[in-house]
């Protein structure tokens, strides 16, 4: 089956850094995805992981282990700003050759 | 701003009513997706259309339809609305099968 895990909720000190991590159990993944969303906003993109390996922007960076169904992102000096939910979605194959986005519940960072 | 935009912003129904939102997507971009999210809930992928046509199935009730025109603006039809249908209402669009874009949303409020 397709699944995607991240924690409920997390908090954190401004100026602090923080991970949140992402499992996912599936065949077909090909990338995962990470998006913020503030309260009563619309999701917007942060990273895109296709390949092994950490992938930084600016204070966000983003982690993959395909081997290990495993990714985290980080975000490094919080600042108020980064209130939001951080959701995680891996990219899996399903029918005629169509990519889908299967998403995890989120985790709300306070 | 991501370039799909959606409207109206706010719907006020009562329960057994029909409502449309509409979505359009970035310049160029040929897939929508539409999704629902409710209070404090997680993003529930409804359905997808590629260049006009429906491409996957997700948790959408047979009270709910949609469509994507010619020009690649879609519409979302709910109707014998129930409370609990009350959520925000999200379209996204992208190029293909790559990053998805959302539009800012559609709060619907069933009374």
């Known amino acids: 089956g397709q699944n995607i895990d991240q924690p409920t909720e997390m908090t954190a000190t401004e100026g602090a850094i923080v991970q949140i991590n992402c499992t996912y159990q599936?065949?077909?993944?090909?990338?995962l995805f990470w998006y913020q969303q503030h309260a009563g906003e619309a999701p917007t993109f942060l990273s895109y992981?296709?390949l092994d390996g950490l992938e930084e922007k600016g204070r966000f960076s983003s982690f993959l282990s395909r081997s290990k169904g495993y990714s985290y992102l980080l975000l490094k000096e919080l600042q108020m700003k980064d209130s939001a939910s951080y959701l995680c979605?891996?990219?899996?194959?399903?029918?005629?050759?169509?990519?889908?986005?299967?998403w995890g519940a989120g985790t709300k960072l306070i | 701003d991501s370039g799909v935009t959606q409207t109206p912003k706010h719907l006020i129904t009562a329960t057994g009513q029909r409502v449309t939102l509409r979505c359009s997507p970035r310049?160029?971009?040929?897939?929508v997706y539409w999704y629902q999210q409710s209070l404090d809930q997680g993003l529930q992928f409804l359905i997808q259309?590629?260049?006009?046509?429906?491409?996957a199935k997700g948790n959408i009730l047979e009270r709910f339809s949609a469509q994507q025109f010619p020009d690649l603006h879609s519409e979302l039809n709910l109707s014998s609305l129930e409370l609990g249908d009350s959520a925000l209402y999200f379209c996204?669009?992208?190029?293909?099968?790559?990053?998805?874009?959302f539009g800012p949303g559609t709060r619907l409020t069933v009374l």
């Open positions: 996204a669009s992208s190029p293909g099968q790559d990053t998805q874009y």
């Open positions: 310049s160029g971009d040929l897939s």
């Open positions: 259309y590629y260049n006009g046509e429906e491409r």
């Open positions: 599936t065949s077909g993944f090909n990338g």
């Open positions: 992981n296709v």
């Open positions: 979605a891996g990219k899996a194959l399903s029918a005629y050759s169509n990519y889908q986005l299967i």
